[in-house]
């Protein structure tokens, strides 16, 4: 007869899982009535067996026992090495949330930063635009007043020349006027030079 061939350590645990499913369901009082008969059967077999028997019986139950010790040292083992494997995944879940938010916190602060350069370049634009405009409306003014002063010399000359040409009677009357004429004139020219300031 060929000798039985040794159970690997997933047979042996299949094996050991099912018999105790099979023992978790069986009824109490069958199971003490098993239990009695497997104590009765092991008391009528320690009575007959003789000394080498025994001796052999106390070797096997240090064998039983020491492959239940491995058997709870390599369970003990898997459980450390499966916890330890759960513990090493929360940590990498938790490093790769922890980079995923400081990637997403950059990401924010130049988008912060780009609405801040945008900001400050429109401002500056704006401040730009005005001086230029201010400038503008400096050098038409200038230009507006330069031409008044043109004109009220021409005008002045003109005065004069008519004045020279007329007889001495006249020219305290056309004096008058001319003045007149030029106040007004004055006058429309300021007038002119704020509206054109307003605008």
Known sequence: ?????????????????????????????????????????????????????????????RIRQQLLRQEQTEEDDRARLLAE????????????????????????????????????????AERQAGLLQAEENRVRLLAEADRQAALRQQEAASILRAMNQRPASDRSMSVQQDNNTRQERQLSATEKLLKSNEL
């Open 85 to 124: 494997e759960k513990r090493q995944a929360v940590l990498r879940h938790e490093e790769e949330n922890h980079i995923r938010l400081e990637a997403e916190a950059k990401r924010q602060a130049g988008l912060l930063q780009a609405e801040e350069n945008r900001l400050r370049l429109e401002a500056e």
């Open 1 to 61: 007869m060929p000798p039985r061939r040794e159970l690997t350590r997933e047979e042996k645990d299949e094996k050991n899982r099912k018999a105790m499913e099979k023992r978790s369901l069986e009824d109490p009082e069958a199971k003490e009535v098993r239990l009695a008969a497997q104590r009765e059967k092991a008391k009528v077999a320690r009575a007959s067996e003789t000394e080498v028997e025994h001796q052999a019986r106390l070797f096997d139950q």
